[in-house]
């Protein structure tokens, strides 16, 4: 494993917020983002909202989870996720952070709106509608990035 691999570090953050960090040798770091997931995931109740959204009980899932720590989750796991790309690639890529940024907070909009807003009538939930926002806040952010880099 080269220690220049920002893929591989980031795709290790999607696993486990914290393992990027860990590959990186920033220990504190790692150790603390782990923490951080552990303590939020365990509170938010996360993992049984995960299962009760694949089973397809959106109402369930919606009652399992405890959103005042839920809403912690979308900033914890992209910052993980830029953070270990951006310490382990060799290249300083300029404005990366703005699509993780613009993520985060669309993140959490989505959690914040997962027990109403139905898309096509389908209620998502508290699992599937945050990472739809996530993926179109990443979507935005890399069109804005690469406005602001085009115009350079």
Do not use: H
């Amino acid at each position: 494993m080269s220690s220049g691999n920002g893929v591989e570090k980031a795709l290790w953050s999607v696993a486990i917020p914290g393992f990027g960090q860990l590959l990186n040798r920033n220990y504190f770091k790692g150790v603390l983002l782990i923490g951080l997931e552990v303590l939020i995931n365990g509170n938010a109740n996360l993992n049984s909202a995960i299962i009760a959204s694949f089973y397809g009980d959106m109402e369930v899932a919606i009652n399992q989870v405890n959103y005042q720590w839920l809403m912690f989750y979308p900033c914890i796991y992209m910052f993980a996720i830029w953070d270990a790309y951006q310490v382990a690639s060799k290249d300083q890529v300029s404005y990366l952070a703005i699509p993780f940024i613009i993520s985060s907070y669309l993140g959490t909009i989505g959690v914040i709106y997962s027990p109403t807003l139905r898309i096509f009538g389908v209620l998502l939930g508290p699992v599937f509608l945050p990472i739809l926002f996530i993926c179109l806040g990443l979507g935005i952010g890399f069109i804005i990035r690469s406005i602001i880099n085009n115009r350079k």
